[in-house]
């Protein structure tokens, strides 16, 4: 604990942020983790003392602040309420990321996030004036720069024969940073500056880089009154789209390599076909067959696979998804790798980590990491690493064990027969499946991290983004570990260019965030054999009309033209890297929407990006919703909604579907006035009877509920018939 801070249990927190404001000069700025990792009752109690005290300033830094969604609707409330109330049972929320909502911070506060719940802040003008655009690997750096001077983060705890041991848990991703260079700030300026933790045991205790000493932090706060659950996202609906999407840029990923994805329906999406491609090949290879898609794409067959994963492949990622945890449950997510750089490149050649040979200890002699004359260093190496058994001793060059002792030097026989009768290791340690500097999910997954065994769990390494997002500082261990890497993530809009807006919108506001999209990118260029991979769904609806999400131009860019490699839609893939322009727009069309293609070819002759005789193949020219709803119609065990589980009733999947159908009636006008002119027969009403009554419409008062009544019966049958 810090000398500066009362060496006292708090109990009251308010007590604590009262005295950190005095010790801070009264002007604290406080970071806090990105997602779960926020200790949401110690910032609360900072952010109170704050709004009690105008003459204090305070800035807290932050990025995905998550609370209970606000509902906006009557009907979301009648059918959410119920849901949300089991989903969000007992959890905190975040006061501030409340009253940003409702546009009531007090003046000597500001919020500053780099990273928002997608589209949440769009009509918020503070928050976006607050909007800080920077790369994941750059944050660490911009919060010192901001000055920061507070920590607080929720860590977990774990009691071992006597001794406590702590965790950074979801987050190391920044906090790892962050902490050094505070301490370094602080001696080179003498300004006190705080890193608390507040433990919970909810979350769930993260082995390795993640494991930090008592001394990390200036102060540990820990009151089991104050345990309490975390942010838990529900399953998203993965829609067709979605599937062909993820099937697409399955295709892409090669056995023995490496993936990051996201989360969300894309990335179950991913997760779900490569599940099918390696446990139900057969029927994976039928829907290669109807999609034509080796044919139609060739970067299949030069960069990717269609067979089941033999090597598997390893996780880097800057989160970690539950789509990982199915990964590894379907014998996907197993290909290991190993913080040593000799060891990796060993590995990379082929030599069995399972089975520690004198091949293993020539093959480091050969790479000039250890001598045929052993020493001290050297022995303590082997040991790490496994490839001798820790009980082996060192003494005066000699190797010991079990009282026999043998000359440390590998060019005699002796001691080589020694070694493999008694000395060889029986595995090398350290096996990493993943390295990710996040997390956030669902109530099963936490519930998996918390019951994991601690040797599977020491397979997951949380540690800093500055490791999982780029190569920097660790070149030759990291394109050794990311052979065949394929960086996936989503952008919104593709220009007919190459460019992609992922984050951001032309005039401006800022719908998320950069995150660690442009760290990824830029490592899907730099490592010889990877490559980057932007998902896009073709279109989206405006109101009652349908959009192209591929357009000729526009005003906002996350992602540069130049940096263009594979983008992925439900339509096919686009593979741009080396292409000229003509060959991008060309390759853009093929996996638009057939309902934008034309346009989108005339805008591109008149701007002269494309020949004046080009004509779409015909392949490209049936790219349409029906085709793909008529293509998947024999693959839906495969495919479904919801392929890892669902958090709502089948009840509420019914009735929310039915409000996602009426939401699209009502956007067309005309199928809402034929609803509302229509008369509801007995049969209609008994037949939706126990769905209206979860939305409390069965029996209702007045015209508003006799028009949402009849509104709902309207969209239901189409649901219940599904």
Excluded at 431 to 454: C, K, T, W
Excluded at 534 to 552: D, F, H, K, P, Y
Aim: proline share 5%; glycine share 6%.
């Amino acid at each position: 604990m810090c000398s500066t801070l009362k060496t006292t249990d708090y109990t009251n927190l308010l007590e604590l942020a009262e005295e950190l404001f005095k010790k801070l000069d009264g002007n604290i700025v406080m970071g806090v983790p990105i997602g779960i990792g926020k200790a949401t009752h110690m910032i609360n109690a900072v952010y109170n003392v704050a709004k009690k005290n105008p003459q204090y300033r305070l800035e807290i830094n932050s990025a995905l602040s998550l609370n209970r969604p606000k509902l906006k609707t009557d009907l979301e409330r009648r059918l959410l309420e119920p849901f949300f109330d089991r989903q969000f049972k007992d959890l905190p929320e975040l006061e501030f990321a409340n009253d940003v909502l409702s546009k009531k911070l007090p003046a000597n506060v500001s919020i500053v996030e780099f990273y928002f719940k997608p589209g949440e802040v769009l009509k918020n003008p503070k928050a976006q004036q607050y909007a800080l655009s920077s790369n994941y690997t750059h944050v660490p750096r911009d919060l010192m720069a901001r000055n920061c001077n507070l920590v607080c983060q929720m860590i977990g705890k774990k009691e071992e024969q006597g001794r406590t041991r702590y965790s950074l848990g979801s987050n190391p991703d920044v906090t790892i940073d962050v902490q050094n260079m505070m301490r370094e700030a602080t001696a080179q300026d003498g300004k006190p500056r705080f890193m608390i933790g507040q433990v919970n045991d909810q979350m769930p205790f993260m082995p390795n880089d993640a494991e930090v000493a008592a001394d990390f932090f200036d102060l540990i706060h820990d009151d089991s009154a104050l345990y309490s659950p975390i942010f838990a996202t529900p399953y998203t609906p993965v829609t067709p789209a979605d599937h062909m999407i993820g099937f697409y840029t399955s295709l892409l990923i090669k056995d023995g390599g490496s993936l990051q994805i996201g989360i969300g329906s894309l990335g179950d999406a991913i997760v779900n076909s490569l599940l099918v491609r390696n446990s139900q090949n057969d029927i994976y290879q039928r829907l290669i067959g109807q999609t034509e898609a080796l044919s139609k794409f060739p970067v299949v067959k030069s960069i990717g696979g269609s067979e089941p994963f033999e090597q598997g492949l390893y996780g880097n990622t800057e989160m970690l998804v539950p789509g990982y945890l199915e990964l590894k449950k379907g014998d996907i997510l197993k290909r290991k790798v190993y913080d040593d750089l000799h060891i990796q490149e060993l590995v990379n050649q082929g030599l069995d980590p399972n089975q520690p040979s004198l091949e293993w200890l020539d093959a480091l002699i050969q790479l000039e990491r250890i001598t045929p004359h052993l020493t001290q260093s050297h022995v303590d190496y082997l040991k790490q690493w496994g490839l001798l058994k820790a009980e082996v001793s060192y003494n005066d060059e000699t190797l010991s064990y079990e009282g026999k002792s043998v000359a440390a030097s590998l060019t005699a026989d002796e001691t080589r027969q020694w070694l493999t009768q008694h000395g060889l290791g029986d595995r090398i340690l350290g096996a990493r499946v993943i390295h990710a500097g996040f997390f956030v999910g669902g109530h099963q997954f936490y519930d998996s991290l918390r019951n994991m065994p601690e040797a599977e769990l020491n397979e997951f390494n949380m540690t800093s983004v500055m490791f999982t997002n780029q190569i920097k500082g660790n070149e030759e261990l990291r394109i050794k570990q990311l052979q065949h890497a394929r960086f996936i993530n989503t952008c919104m809009k593709t220009t007919l260019s190459g460019a992609a807006a992922s984050d951001g919108l032309a005039d401006g506001k800022v719908v998320s965030g950069v995150g660690g999209q442009f760290n990824f990118v830029t490592m899907g260029h730099e490592i010889p054999d990877a490559r980057s991979i932007l998902m896009m769904r073709s279109c989206r609806r405006r109101g009652a009309e349908a959009v192209s999400n591929i357009v000729m131009n526009y005003g906002h860019v996350t992602v540069p033209r130049h940096m263009r490699d594979i983008v992925v839609s439900e339509y096919g893939i686009a593979d741009l890297r080396a292409k000229t322009d003509q060959e991008i727009i060309e390759e853009l069309l093929k996996i638009t929407d057939s309902r934008f293609q034309e346009d989108l070819i005339q805008k591109a002759k008149q701007a002269g990006k494309l020949r004046p005789d080009y004509k779409l193949p015909e392949s490209a020219k049936h790219n349409t919703p029906e085709a793909l709803s008529q293509l998947l119609a024999d693959f839906k065990e495969q495919f479904p909604a919801f392929p890892f589980g669902c958090d709502l009733t089948d009840q509420e999947v019914a009735i929310g579907g039915a409000l996602r159908q009426l939401k699209t009636n009502v956007d067309k006008k005309w199928p809402l006035v034929k609803a509302l002119l229509s008369k509801v027969s007995v049969e209609r009403k008994m037949e939706t009877k126990e769905y209206l009554e979860r939305l409390g419409l069965y029996e209702v008062k007045g015209i508003k509920q006799r028009i949402l009544r009849k509104l709902v019966i309207s969209v239901l049958p189409s649901q219940l018939n599904r």
